[in-house]
Each structure stands twice: as C-alpha cells, then as structure tokens.
C-alpha cells in the first residue's frame, strides 16, 4: 500500500510538504504541487475525504495532541500518525495546544466530552514533561495514551522519542573524522531538556573520542536566526576560531549561513558546519548541509502503532519505551579544504 512517505520520496520532498498537498494545508509551491498530485495519481494513493460517508460508521477515533500543527517536527509526527492510523481504519482528531501548558491541560480535560479509543500526545513543557494536573487528567479519561517526541521518564505512558544525546555525539564524532579539532556549538538553553541532551552529545565527543573539549567554543541563546548569527560572529572571534560549526537546531543553521553569506564566507572552504534537523527551504537552495535526521515521521507512525496495540490489547501492564536513533545525512558540509582526515 502506497504511504505518504513514498509519495514524497517519489517526489523528492518532505513528507511535511507532500502532507501539505495531500491534506490542502499550508503554502506549496505550484511546480511542487503539480508534482506531488501527479505522483498521487500515478500511485492511486487514497486521501483520507475521498472514503466515502457511509465508511466513517467503521471507523474507530484517536485524539492527537500537538504543541504546533505548523512547526516541521510536529507537523511531520502528524503525518506518521495519520499515516498509519488510516490504513487500520481510524479516524484522526487534531488539536493544537499552541506551546501552553494551560491550554494544554484544558484540552485534555474538554476530551472528557468526545467519544473517541485513545490519546496521542506530545507535551508541551520545554523539560518534556506533563505537569501532575495533565497526568491526571489523563488517566480520568481511561483510554490508552502514548507520549511522542519527548523523553519522559518516571510515568506510567507508553513513550516514543528520539535518542538526542546520540544524534549529537554522531554528528560531532563525523567533523572529528574529518580532521577538525576545533569544534565550536550553537546551543539552546540547557533547562531544555533536549538542548540539555544535545550538549552532552557534544561534550561526550569531544571528551571520548579527541579529549579535546573546551567550554568556550559553547554559544548557549534563543532559537532565533539573528540570535544564531550573533552567536556565529562570537565563535569566530575565538583564538584559534573553530574550523566547524555543530547547530543544534534548524533555526540555529539559517542564523550561521546568514552570517557566512552576509561575509562571503563558503561553507568548505572557511568553515564546515553539521546540523541537528534539516532545513527544507536550504536544501530548495541548494545549500547542502548535511544533518542529522529526525525521524519525527517513524516516531509518529511507531506511535499509532503502539497506541492500537495498547488498544487491542487492553490488558497488557508493560509499558513501552522506545527511543528512535536519528540518522545523518551527509552532503559534503562537514568536510574542510586543507584538513587531513582523522580516524576516531
């Protein structure tokens, strides 16, 4: 059966933008558009509207609860769920808890007043964490739930995340390969949980596999592009300057080749650069960054699935944890004109 994600390999785009052009929401371009329904009709893939009314009777309902439909992370665990959830007959409910924890709660509470099988959510405290008030409020619900996208620790719901520390220690382990000794870091705050995780990818590198780890080559700031681009101009004044960048988030990567274009600066020549998350609109751009990989669609999907076994299988106590281990993509960025390869 033809899924999203072939669609938009066939495509040769995200499987956020071949949702977008499944599902109507959200801008694509027209070329882009054109290509992915065509791929649509040539794979004789089914929407979701074009069952008819007759089958919605059969179908069984999930509530997902997201900070943000319009973020790339979420929007693409969306697309994983639904992708899924479609195919075992289950209808989708989307709701937007727009990055509050108080609207996150009363959400939770308004679904005493839905009729639906099970809950998938993913929270909306930067710690990764569901406040006491939204646990309970969970379990007054009695259905299944399973949280996605964040490490939680210490509760009693199935859980799909992303191995961070991983994902950071491979990327800075891959410039350490390629010769660089010098390795500086754009960072989000650390009370971030994930942030927190992505910096102790950084320093277990660096300590294990160079023993080089040095705090100053550490720029801790907003996820802001111009925030990013101070933070860039800052580790570059360091003597010696880094020989690579490691950008712990997409926003933090448009900030750092915004200051290489604005110094006419290229990427290879005078400084490499390895990105945790890809950015779409770079590589429309041409800009190939090499990154490592999410994979918040497979969290997505691995998700539903849990969640319609935990449903089926209502009397199974074992609680499930799964942690996705991310992936690099490489695309030349993190290699350097004049540096000898290293093994590590």
């Given at each position: 059966?033809?899924?999203?994600?072939?669609?938009?390999?066939?495509?040769?785009?995200?499987?956020?933008?071949?949702?977008?052009?499944?599902?109507?929401?959200?801008?694509?371009?027209?070329?882009?558009?054109?290509?992915?329904?065509?791929?649509?009709?040539?794979?004789?893939?089914?929407?979701?509207?074009?069952?008819?009314?007759?089958?919605?009777?059969?179908?069984?309902?999930?509530?997902?609860?997201?900070?943000?439909?319009?973020?790339?992370?979420?929007?693409?665990?969306?697309?994983?769920?639904?992708?899924?959830?479609?195919?075992?007959?289950?209808?989708?409910?989307?709701?937007?808890?727009?990055?509050?924890?108080?609207?996150?709660?009363?959400?939770?509470?308004?679904?005493?007043?839905?009729?639906?099988?099970?809950?998938?959510?993913?929270?909306?405290?930067?710690?990764?964490?569901?406040?006491?008030?939204?646990?309970?409020?969970?379990?007054?619900?009695?259905?299944?739930?399973?949280?996605?996208?964040?490490?939680?620790?210490?509760?009693?719901?199935?859980?799909?995340?992303?191995?961070?520390?991983?994902?950071?220690?491979?990327?800075?382990?891959?410039?350490?390969?390629?010769?660089?000794?010098?390795?500086?870091?754009?960072?989000?705050?650390?009370?971030?949980?994930?942030?927190?995780?992505?910096?102790?990818?950084?320093?277990?590198?660096?300590?294990?596999?160079?023993?080089?780890?040095?705090?100053?080559?550490?720029?801790?700031?907003?996820?802001?592009?111009?925030?990013?681009?101070?933070m860039t101009d800052h580790l570059l004044s360091l003597?010696?300057?880094?020989?690579?960048?490691?950008?712990?988030?997409?926003?933090?990567?448009?900030?750092?080749?915004?200051?290489?274009?604005?110094?006419?600066?290229?990427?290879?020549?005078?400084?490499?650069?390895?990105?945790?998350?890809?950015?779409?609109?770079?590589?429309?751009?041409?800009?190939?960054?090499?990154?490592?990989?999410?994979?918040?669609?497979?969290?997505?999907?691995?998700?539903?699935?849990?969640?319609?076994?935990?449903?089926?299988?209502?009397?199974?106590?074992?609680?499930?944890?799964?942690?996705?281990?991310?992936?690099?993509?490489?695309?030349?960025?993190?290699?350097?004109?004049?540096?000898?390869?290293?093994?590590?």
């Amino acid at each position: 059966m033809t899924t999203i994600r072939d669609i938009a390999k066939k495509a040769n785009v995200s499987v956020a933008t071949a949702s977008r052009v499944i599902h109507g929401n959200g801008y694509v371009k027209k070329e882009t558009k054109e290509i992915v329904e065509e791929i649509i009709l040539e794979t004789g893939y089914q929407r979701v509207s074009q069952i008819p009314d007759q089958d919605y009777r059969d179908f069984h309902t999930v509530a997902v609860l997201l900070p943000s439909v319009t973020d790339p992370f979420y929007s693409e665990i969306l697309c994983g769920v639904r992708d899924y959830l479609n195919t075992q007959k289950f209808n989708v409910m989307i709701f937007s808890t727009n990055e509050d924890e108080t609207e996150e709660l009363n959400t939770i509470r308004g679904l005493q007043h839905q009729k639906f099988d099970g809950i998938i959510i993913s929270p909306v405290n930067i710690k990764g964490s569901l406040s006491r008030e939204s646990i309970d409020a969970l379990d007054q619900l009695v259905v299944p739930v399973v949280v996605v996208g964040r490490d939680m620790r210490f509760v009693h719901f199935d859980n799909i995340f992303m191995e961070e520390e991983c994902g950071a220690f491979d990327a800075v382990s891959l410039l350490l390969r390629n010769g660089h000794r010098h390795i500086g870091m754009l960072c989000g705050h650390r009370e971030i949980t994930y942030m927190n995780q992505r910096y102790n990818g950084y320093v277990a590198a660096l300590t294990n596999c160079s023993g080089n780890f040095d705090p100053d080559y550490v720029c801790f700031g907003d996820m802001e592009v111009e925030e990013a681009y101070q933070m860039t101009d800052h580790l570059l004044s360091l003597n010696p300057s880094p020989t690579a960048i490691f950008c712990s988030d997409p926003i933090y990567t448009l900030g750092f080749v915004k200051y290489m274009l604005d110094h006419q600066m290229v990427i290879g020549r005078d400084l490499s650069v390895v990105s945790y998350g890809d950015v779409e609109l770079l590589s429309a751009l041409k800009f190939n960054i090499t990154s490592v990989i999410k994979k918040s669609f497979d969290m997505g999907e691995h998700a539903a699935e849990v969640l319609l076994k935990r449903i089926t299988y209502q009397n199974s106590s074992e609680i499930i944890r799964t942690a996705l281990v991310p992936e690099i993509k490489i695309r030349g960025s993190e290699k350097m004109q004049g540096l000898t390869p290293a093994s590590v």
